[in-house]
Every structure is written in C-alpha cells, then in structure tokens.
C-alpha cells in the first residue's frame, strides 16, 4: 500500500515539474509580439488625432478611447497566442503577469481621473508612461528580456516627459505607446514565435 | 525514503520508461521546448536555473538521440544557439507523460 502511494506520488510529482516547466517556459514566450506592433499602430493613430483636437477634454476622449482598444486588442492578442501554444490564460506566469501589471495601470486611472476634475493636464503623459512602464517591468520580471527592457524605456520617457513642454505631450506619447509597443513587439515577434 | 526509492526503481522497467527523458534535466529541457517553438541556449538556462555546462551536456545528449535540432547563427556579433523540439522529440514526450498519466491512474492509492 505505501509503495503503491509512493509510484503515485512519484508521478504526480513529475507531472507537476513538466507543467511548472511549460509554463514557465511559455511565460518567455506567450507574449504575443504582433498584437503588440498592433497595439502600435493604434497608438500612432491616437497621436495624430489628439494633435487635432481642439480641448483637453477632446484629447483626454481620444487617449482614453485608445487605452480601452489597446487593453482590447493585447487580450485578444494574449488569447490567440495563448491558445495555439494550448495554454491557459489563468496559468500562474500569467496571473503573475497580470498582478504586476494591473496595479500600476488602476493608479493611473485614478490619477487621471483627479487630474481632469482639476484641469491639470500638464503632467498626466510623463504620468502615463511611467505607470505604464512600471506596471509592465514588474508585470514582465519572468518574460523574456524584452519586456522589463521595454517597460524601463517607457518609466525613462515618462520621466523625461514630466520636464517637458505641455506642446511636446502627442509626439512623447506617440513616441511611447506607438514607437515602442511596435519595435518592441517586432522585435519580440521575430525571436519568439509572433 | 527507502521506500520511495524502491518506488523510482520499480516504476521504470515496469513502465519501459524513456531513460533519456526521465533524467530531470533532460525532462526540464524537452518540457520547455515542448511549450516553445525555440529557445535560446540562455533562455534555456534561464527558465531551468541550470549551469553553462549542466545545460550543454544534457543538450548534447538530446541531440544525439535525434529529439531535439541546434540552430547556430550570429546575432549582430554574438553567436547565438537556438534549440528546437523534433518530431521524434515531442512522440517521445507525449509518450513519456502518457506513462506518468496511466500511472497516476493506475497507482492512485485506495480510500480507507
């Protein structure tokens, strides 16, 4: 009976090492670098029509429009990749993933939203690239190198941005959420599989 | 622990284990490839927590058995090694956790 227990115990053990090494593994590598470049792509968008809005209330409409499909279009992204590489999305790295990630991004949101209650908008994109680079450093510790690279280039545009003119705001985030999401997801779409 | 000792004995000709595969390294390495399309031999060694040469001569084993293919190419001016799964690598893997899964089912201890 306890030598029975024992194989069991043995196997089980193994089949818990091989999925801990998968995911793992997959941590390195589910992060889908195409959604990423997509992501990009809407960001340059973004900056080109907030350049063309008249009101802070306009530009704040716009940025905050392109957060929403940004989150949209990474989760679809995250779910595609996820599901051909056949893991799930509640596997630990990306829980681990998403507890690092989201703290950052909601204190963003307050801060934004008592920003705009006071009309103080000057500092809200230096404020932006810094959650957001904190929240993907912390959230990519386990990925591969690319994304806490990545989230240190944007804390270090965010801070560059806070001491920048109010007139330079769409070309720093342009440069941030449009230039790096895309290069970065390139970059992590060719050396890890999309 | 002399008991599970027996155990790990037992387990292995009774179930024609694949030795090549049930060595922890080697298990590590094929599971991890297993996941991803390809790794690099520093990515490797990062997710296993392995040393240069631990990773090396478990790598080379694996290549020599035909389950997993070396890709060497520069990257910029860095050599770079790349491993993949090969199709004769990931039969023998699902083969391996088919084994751990039917023993799991077949070991699993009675209720009193």
């Known amino acids: 009976m306890g030598l029975r227990a024992d194989m069991h115990e043995h196997a089980l053990d193994n089949i818990k090492f091989i999925r801990s090494t998968m995911e793992n593994a997959t941590a390195f590598t589910a992060l889908p670098g195409y959604g990423m470049a997509v992501v990009g792509l809407s960001a340059l968008v973004a900056a080109w029509l907030s350049g063309r809005t008249q009101t802070d209330e306009g530009w ?133 599989g999309g | 622990m002399a008991v599970r000792g027996n155990a790990v004995r037992m387990i292995e000709p009774a179930m024609n284990l694949d030795q090549l595969i049930h060595e922890r390294v080697r298990l590590g390495i094929v599971s991890a490839l297993a996941a991803s399309k390809s790794l690099t031999f520093g990515e490797l060694k990062e997710i296993l927590e392995l040393t240069d040469g631990n990773l090396s001569i478990h790598a080379r084993k694996l290549e020599d058995a035909g389950y997993v293919s070396v890709r060497k190419y520069f990257e910029g001016r860095r050599p770079q090694t790349a491993y993949e799964l090969t199709a004769v690598g990931r039969k023998a893997f699902e083969k391996y956790v088919n084994h751990m899964e039917a023993l799991i089912r077949a070991m699993k201890p009675k209720e009193k």
């Open chain 1, 60 to 192: 704040l409409a716009v940025w905050t429009a392109e957060g929403m499909a940004a989150i949209l279009l990474g989760f679809l992204a995250m779910i595609f990749k996820a599901g051909q590489s056949g893991m799930s999305l509640l596997s630990q790295p990306a829980r681990r993933f998403a507890l690092g990630f989201a703290p950052p991004l909601l204190a963003g949101a307050a801060l934004t939203a008592a920003a705009a209650r006071v009309n103080h908008y000057g500092e809200v994109p230096g404020m932006w690239l810094l959650l957001y680079g904190a929240g993907v450093s912390t959230g990519g510790t386990f990925s591969v190198k690319a994304v806490p690279i990545m989230g240190l280039c944007f804390m270090a545009l965010g801070a560059i941005a806070l001491f920048l003119p109010y007139e330079f705001r769409n070309l720093i985030l342009g440069l941030g959420f449009g230039g790096f999401h895309l290069g970065f997801g390139l970059w992590i779409a060719r050396k890890h």
